[in-house]
């Protein structure tokens, strides 16, 4: 590499100065600039000893002093703000330069933007970026999508540099063209939304259904951190349960309004799932959970009008907690099963190519979701690339067949003590549905031919049948 910087970045809020810092860390010369310059001289006063960093004023200047082909990753705010950027940004460039665009972007986006931005002989790169704050400086997962030459020419060697490694390997590869890389990061959005309310049931249950005090269900974490249940999300929990609030010398937990955010990847997942006909039970259930959440006035409304049990009266119940663990643990397969088949039909229907075995490589650090059982997801799809559901995997099945009465207890025990489990209790019903050879189906088929006449089928002959329901009863065969 020459000492003229080939990396220019745009958009130095906390992901894009920590993703160019980390760049920098690594001996590659990065030119940085930022529409505000005054956060432009903040950073280069901050950091600017750091590495080889360079900060312009301008979008000329910036674009002006790369050398060529250019590669310009831009992190600023996703949507309108991304696409004046690019706006801006294109005049100044030559056919053969790479734009990266490395914010949340909805894959769609991205896909018109692919399409808009080769119109003019430039490549463009949506990529995926998971870690946060910490991960973006100290190794990101990273998921890129788009054009593929160009990224392995001049993007690749940059991305594997400053992602996590994990076991040797970067946690970073290429995803697929156009949206893959941006859809790849939304499912796993989706994926920790799924994650995080799977945790929040086990500690309402450890709670209100065990009956154990805040700092045991800490331990409780700590402990299933060194299962197989290992991540950073757990590990997390922990954490944030042990933690004291100074003012009042209360739980944390307990002084925090309990009303989750969300800033919509977790929606856009649910609803391309709907689109796709792709049954995403617990991704969308830990969306519609924090809608509920939200609705924190009604919610105390209703406590005093709504009739119920509310939790367990009385001391602890340690077999509940025992149960716990196997449920969290078979929940958590089921989501990732889900995640995995809409990939696995986005793949499909958009022509993709996913390597479905390569995302939970990627995924297994860096990034929120990162856990030790993806190692075992990697597994399976090496074994047997065209798994129709990662619940058949030997391994899962076998999990899943172990986990499941202990899972069904926790199902049932939160239904009679009126703790909602949203998630663990549409695991358990995605996992009973899908295992039926035969469910009942057939009444909605004789229900929508009776007031629809919408037909259906038989399962000893082929063709589309109908009553005269209005008539003589009698079936008739259609054309
Ligand atoms: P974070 O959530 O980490 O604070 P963000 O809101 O996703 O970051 O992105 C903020 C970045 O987008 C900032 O660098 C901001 O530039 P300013 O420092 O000038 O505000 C940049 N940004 C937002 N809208 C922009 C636009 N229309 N053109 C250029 N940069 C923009």
């Not at 400086?137 to 990224?151: E, F, Q, T, V």
């Not at 809409?342 to 860096?366: F, V």
Request: glycine share 12%; hydrophobic share 40%.
């Amino acid at each position: 590499m020459t000492s003229q910087p080939h990396f220019g970045l745009t958009g130095l809020a906390t992901m894009g100065a920590n993703l160019a810092r980390n760049v920098a860390h690594h001996d590659i010369p990065v030119a940085v600039h930022n529409r505000t310059t005054s956060r432009t001289e903040t950073f280069m006063a901050e950091h600017g000893a750091e590495g080889p960093l360079s900060a312009h004023d301008s979008i000329a200047g910036w674009v002006g002093a790369l050398a060529r082909p250019r590669v310009l990753m831009i992190m600023v705010q996703a949507g309108a703000a991304t696409d004046a950027v690019i706006e801006e940004i294109l005049p100044h460039l030559e056919a053969g330069d790479i734009l990266i665009d490395g914010g949340n972007a909805n894959f769609r986006d991205t896909q018109r933007r692919h399409e808009a931005v080769g119109a003019h002989g430039v490549h463009f790169i949506g990529s995926g970026v998971s870690g946060g704050e910490e991960g973006a400086l100290n190794g990101p997962s990273i998921m890129p999508g788009g054009d593929r030459a160009p990224y392995e020419e001049s993007v690749r060697p940059i991305f594997e540099a400053i992602a996590a490694q994990v076991d040797g390997t970067p946690c970073c590869t290429y995803v697929g063209p156009d949206g893959a890389g941006h859809y790849v990061k939304m499912v796993h959005n989706g994926i920790e939304y799924a994650d995080m309310q799977l945790i929040a049931e086990s500690y309402d249950l450890l709670r209100h259904g065990a009956g154990l005090e805040v700092p045991e269900i800490a331990r409780q974490f700590e402990r299933w951190n060194e299962s197989e249940l290992e991540s950073f999300l757990i590990e997390i929990s922990a954490r944030v349960l042990a933690k004291t609030d100074e003012a009042t010398g209360r739980p944390l937990v307990d002084v925090i309004l309990d009303s989750a955010g969300q800033k919509g990847t977790g929606r856009w997942t649910a609803q391309d799932a709907l689109e796709r006909g792709v049954a995403l039970t617990g991704i969308t259930e830990a969306v519609f959970a924090r809608t509920l959440s939200a609705l924190k006035d009604e919610r105390v409304a209703a406590a005093d009008r709504l009739a119920g049990p509310t939790g367990r009266a009385g001391g602890a119940d340690a077999s509940l907690a025992e149960d716990l663990g196997h449920a969290l643990y078979a929940s958590k397969i089921v989501s990732y099963a889900q995640g995995f088949a809409q990939m696995a039909a986005a793949s499909e229907a958009e022509g993709w190519q996913l390597d479905l075995g390569a995302m939970a490589t990627i995924w297994r650090g860096g990034c929120i979701i990162r856990a030790r059982f993806l190692d075992r997801i990697r597994e399976a799809y090496d074994a047997e690339p065209n798994l129709a559901n990662l619940m058949l995997a030997e391994f899962f099945a076998q999990a899943l067949e172990r986990a499941q009465e202990p899972w069904r207890r926790v199902v049932a025990r939160s239904a009679e003590l009126g703790i909602p489990t949203p998630a663990f209790s549409s695991s358990l019903a995605y996992y009973d549905g899908y295992r039926r050879a035969r469910g009942p189906a057939s009444l909605i088929q004789g229900l929508r031919d009776l007031f629809g006449a919408h037909t259906y089928r038989r399962i000893d002959r082929d063709g589309s049948f109908h009553i005269a329901w209005g008539g003589d009863g009698s079936e008739h065969e259609l054309g």
